[in-house]
């Protein structure tokens, strides 16, 4: 292992501890994320020579901690703050901290980042920057928006944490059911960015990290749970989603022999000892059901338009409507599916939406109709702001044309 992949694994678990430990003591968010940097900036600059040493992560907690306790003393900061600094980790040997404060403090930094007085695009750029220390670079990249644009909404966010004392604690009773949503949302965001056509896949790797983490610290949460197992069971499928030319691929038409066979076991084996509670849960469930069909015909679509018919009761939403309607065109023939399409389409709020034309033009296929469906698959395309998706939507507009 070359000291550069040492220190890249090393700052992936080390650095949100480092971060959220001196977040705690100091209260200065700037000077814990400033002293976490100079630490692994240190090194890449010894590790090559010296070696890497055998505790990584509590050599940079050690390193870190120096930082601060400098930074403090010259800020003439209260005793209180440089005791609680002194004892973050001993200098030698370097020990890992007490497994039950690296959670209190990460748990911490989470619910901090995602805290609900925060934009939800600002909660996601603040998980992704300080949790997953992904580079300011490649988070304003993902945004479409320039790098000191970007730095300067994770300054402002960082500033209302400070100037509306937002608490570095992890809630308890309702307040922790009230708040646990929203932070399950800033993963699903973070996820879909990775996952979505034209996505950056370092963001659905982290978010399935993240998820993943949460659910080691939470472990009794369905819904964490629930959400972990979907990413896992979505994310089974990556490699199979393109064909060789780079077109996106529907779900019926991939080669189930290529996706990650692994995942998908994992996936299921978290379902099997969770409970139908929430919505993630639900969804994971209805992704499970596809992941784990022999091949497109053997898919149970009534099983999965019943888990749509929960999902739509709990969370009613028009684009969970869409899909319970594509489900039910699927299980119970497409004239079910074209009314229950109409009737989520009532009120305008799938007006122009390129899927639910997409999903008209399907079931609409499915009734014999393939030139009108062709028709709505060119004006899906049309609708539709990337390229990838434009590609698909007219290869199926073409076949039906073609088998008129």
Known sequence: MTAHTAVRDAATDAYPRIVAALIRITGDWTLAED???????LALQRWPEEGVPGNPGGWLMTVARNRAIDIARRASVERRKLEELAVLAPAEPVEEQEAEDIVDDRLRLIFTCCHPALALEARVALTLRTICAVPT?????????TESTMTRRLTRAKT?????????????????????????????????????????????????????????????????????????????????RRDFDGNLLTLERQDRSAWDRAAIAEGVQILTGTPSAGPYVLQARIAAGHATARDAAGTDWAAI??????????QPSPVVELNR???????????????LLAKARKGGALDD??????????????????ELAAALFRRAADLTTTDIERRALLERANENLENL
């Open 35 to 41: 002293c976490a940097q100079d630490a692994m900036t």
């Open 137 to 145: 670079a490649d988070i304003a990249r993902a945004f479409l928006v």
């Open 160 to 240: 209302k944490i400070a100037d509306a004392r937002i608490p570095y604690r992890v809630p308890t009773g309702r307040a922790l059911d009230e708040r646990l949503p929203g932070v399950l949302a800033v993963l699903y965001l973070l996820f879909t960015r990775g996952y979505d056509p034209g996505g950056e896949p370092v963001f659905a790797d982290e978010a399935i990290r993240l998820a993943r983490f949460l659910a080691e610290l939470m472990p009794r949460e369905p819904e964490v749970r629930g959400l972990l197992a979907l990413f896992l069971l979505h994310h089974s499928r990556r490699a199979a």
């Open 305 to 314: 338009a019943g888990y749509y018919d929960e999902l739509a009761a709990q």
């Open 325 to 339: 309607a594509v489900a039910h065109g699927f299980a119970h023939g497409p004239e079910a599916g074209l009314a």
């Open 353 to 370: 939406y390129p899927l639910a034309i997409a999903a008209e033009a399907e079931l609409t296929a499915r009734q014999g109709n393939r």
